[in-house]
Nanobody, 123 residues
Framework: QLQASGGGLVQPGGSLRLSCAAS????????MGWFRQAPGEEREFVAA????????LYADSVKGRFTISRDNAKKTVYLQMNSLKAEDTAVYSC??????????????????WGQGTQVTVSS
């Protein structure tokens, strides 16, 4: 199971850190991703991290502003979001996959999903 937290209301330019805690299974076996979905929009890839944390990938829209990291001892993946914009408003979900790295941006290949946490960027 995955449990996401850390969402909330923040002003443009502000920061939030999302957390996704795993229970059960061997967390260090999974590549982890963050996705988001805004109202009326398709779910989109945000960021991903390899099982050992050595590789990361970001959507162009968040590159340079968001940072994904993980702590395998704590079974937790994080998404640090800085310089937030109104267009970052969405429900953010974490997910786990064992599929190859070249499929990491494809949500259909993720096995487990957290429940999502709302991020609202507004003044």
């Amino acid at each position: 199971q995955l449990q996401a937290s850390g969402g909330g209301l923040v002003q443009p330019g502000g920061s939030l850190r999302l957390s996704c805690a795993a229970s059960g299974g061997t967390f260090s076996n999974y590549r982890m991703g963050w996705f988001r979905q805004a109202p009326g929009e398709e779910r989109e890839f945000v960021a991903a991290i390899s099982a050992n944390g050595g590789s990361t990938l970001y959507a162009d829209s968040v590159k340079g502003r968001f940072t994904i990291s993980r702590d395998n001892a704590k079974k937790t993946v994080y998404l640090q979001m800085n310089s937030l914009k109104a267009e970052d408003t969405a429900v953010y979900s974490c997910a786990a996959t064992t599929r190859p790295w070249n499929l990491i941006q494809v949500s259909q290949f993720y096995l487990y999903w957290g429940q999502g946490t709302q991020v609202t960027v507004s003044s």
